[in-house]
């Protein structure tokens, strides 16, 4: 919450406490690797891949994100960000990662 404020976070992208957005292009996956072990979750390609400013002066990633994946349990919900040119497939090719209750 200190770098990204409160999020809203939808099928269509991801919009941030200052206002900030990143669009989704497509759903690419609805299972993710995490920690070695198979969840399910989402993984979406970037429109138009970016690094958004957020609160503080804080940036998501520290260079242009072009996939988010999500999964989550009932309490906790965690949003990874990737600037890899291939489709991730597991937490280990996150450039970093926010949790959400």
């Known amino acids: ?3 990204t404020g409160d999020i809203e976070f939808d099928d269509f992208g991801i919009t941030f406490e200052n206002g900030e957005q990143i669009t989704f292009d497509e ?3 609805d299972t993710f690797v995490v920690d070695g072990k198979t969840v399910n979750g989402s993984v979406y390609s970037i429109a138009e891949p970016k690094d958004p400013v957020l609160l503080n002066g804080n940036r998501l990633c520290g260079q242009p994100v072009t ?3 999500s999964w989550g349990d009932a309490d906790t919900t965690t949003v990874a ?3 890899t040119d291939d489709v991730p497939t597991s937490n280990a090719e996150m450039c970093a990662s926010y949790s959400y209750e």
């Open 67 to 69: 996939y988010v994946a």
């Open 1 to 3: 919450m200190a770098i």
């Open 81 to 83: 960000v990737f600037s």
């Open 27 to 29: 759903l690419i996956g």
